[in-house]
Antibody, heavy 123, light 110 residues
């Protein structure tokens, strides 16, 4: 059974960098999916942050691209998210999700989700 | 900037049928946008219902169906049950390696 588990600090100070990890069990990151991050501010809708292939190829939401870095550690079967210069607007539940993709088009949809982790940006 | 729009809220009676839609501000939705649909209950992660416009994910009841209706993607629930009282989100591929979530529809079953 494939499981995704997010981890990281639940509280980040404004202007600092948010860093999260997603441990994937029951499925190798190298088997041929993209792996992505989606967030949801309290009481609001879902927002795609970006998706990454184990080779390093990435697709980012244009509105966040300037502040986002994603990476994959295949030895740990883990993906990571870094979001720089955070503000209160970055307070959200952050989900990692397996991303189904097209070689020609990139990300298409999400088929497996982690349970999410709440990150609050506050001093 | 391309925006994906959904009805903010909808209500349906138990046993009734409801169709939620997903539109693009910049044009028509087609199968080339690879519409997908997700259900989210409060405090839970989203659950994938439909992908590739009309393919149900494993374990999703057949009362959920996806389609293209006119110039929008659509999610139809036939024979709504109390458990279907949830938020529903669509996702569209809009090109340039980008996917966008709709704003979500809060469905009330009462």
């Amino acid at each position: 059974q494939v499981q995704l588990q997010e981890s990281g600090p639940g509280l980040v100070k404004p202007s600092e960098t948010l860093s999260l990890s997603c441990n994937v069990s029951g499925y190798s990151l190298t088997l041929g999916h993209y792996w992505g991050w989606i967030r949801q501010p309290p009481g609001e809708g879902l927002e795609w942050i970006g998706s990454m292939f184990h080779s390093g190829n990435t697709y980012y939401n244009p509105s966040l691209k300037r502040r986002v870095t994603m990476s994959v550690d295949t030895s740990k079967n883990q993906l990571s998210l870094r979001l720089s210069s955070v503000t209160a607007a970055d307070t959200a539940m952050y989900y990692c999700a397996r991303t189904v993709y097209s070689v020609r088009l990139g990300p298409l949809h999400f088929d497996l989700w982690g349970r999410g982790i709440l990150v609050t940006v506050s001093s | 900037q391309t925006v994906v729009t959904q009805e903010p809220s909808f209500s349906v009676s138990p046993g009734g049928t409801v169709t939620l839609t997903c539109a693009l501000t910049s044009g028509s939705v087609s199968t080339n946008n690879y519409p997908s649909w997700y259900q989210q209950t409060p405090g839970q992660a989203p659950r994938t219902l439909i992908y590739y416009t009309d393919t149900r994910s494993s374990g999703v009841p057949d009362r959920f169906s996806g389609s293209i209706l006119g110039n929008k993607a659509a999610l139809t629930i036939t024979g709504a049950q109390a458990d279907d009282d949830s938020d529903y989100y669509c996702v569209l591929h809009i090109g340039s390696g980008t996917v966008v979530f709709g704003g979500g529809t809060k469905l009330t079953v009462l």
